[in-house]
């Protein structure tokens, strides 16, 4: 597996004409977690899979939450920088010839959600599988017409009913092209999205 300092990360299928997925898994999870996602929704695909920085129960996250589950914001912020800074490396020493779709699931959304909040350049679209917004009061930078795919759980436990809408007000306040389902599902992923994202990927995805 390729290595770098900041991450550690797999690769799969030969770069072409498409943007790749940058998948980014949640709590617990590590590189392999999206890769059946990936290959289900998007086989011909590019993908780069990574490993959260942050050890975290039976395996890894990309960044820290309270004991009472809340967001440790001044920690979101932080990690954000540091794959912000992976990311524009990544794209200038040509390891991905275009910046990624950020697929990202529970605290991989949280961060792709945060990206989105800090560095938009950094990606050319978004999947956002049970997200949080990582700043509800804040003002998301112009995303004229930058597409993003939302999907929530009607029975998540992990998160309260209005949590998906303030994330799509947020974003379709900066313009964004937000493609919101609430699934009849729980935290965990629905049979339907494969699907879905596979359909939103053919209409929507650079």
Not at 55 to 67: D, L, Q, S
Not at 108 to 123: D, F, H, K, T, V
Not at 195 to 204: E, F, Q, T, V
């Amino acid at each position: 597996m390729p290595e770098r300092p900041e991450f550690h990360f797999v690769t799969g299928r030969a770069e072409y004409s498409s943007s790749p997925l940058l998948l980014l898994h949640g709590s617990s999870g590590n590189e392999t977690s999206l890769v059946p996602l990936a290959d289900a929704v998007a086989p011909d695909r590019p993908y780069m899979a990574l490993r959260g920085p942050l050890a975290w129960e039976t395996g890894f996250a990309f960044f820290r939450r309270n004991p009472d589950r809340s967001l440790d914001h001044a920690d979101l912020s932080r990690r954000t920088d540091q794959l912000c800074h992976f990311i524009a490396s990544i794209l200038e020493d040509d390891i991905i010839s275009r910046p990624p779709i950020l697929l990202g699931f529970s605290n991989g959304a949280i961060m792709a959600a945060s990206i989105l909040l800090r560095q938009p350049r950094l990606a050319s679209a978004a999947i956002l599988l049970r997200p949080l917004s990582p700043a509800p009061a804040a003002d998301f930078p112009p995303l004229t017409a930058f597409p993003i795919l939302m999907t929530s759980g009607k029975y998540d436990r992990r998160r309260e009913p209005r949590d998906a809408d303030v994330m799509k007000h947020q974003l379709e306040n900066a313009g964004a092209d937000v493609s919101a389902h609430m699934l009849a599902a729980g935290h965990d992923l629905h049979q339907d999205e494969i699907g879905m994202i596979r359909d939103w990927l053919i209409r929507k995805g650079p």
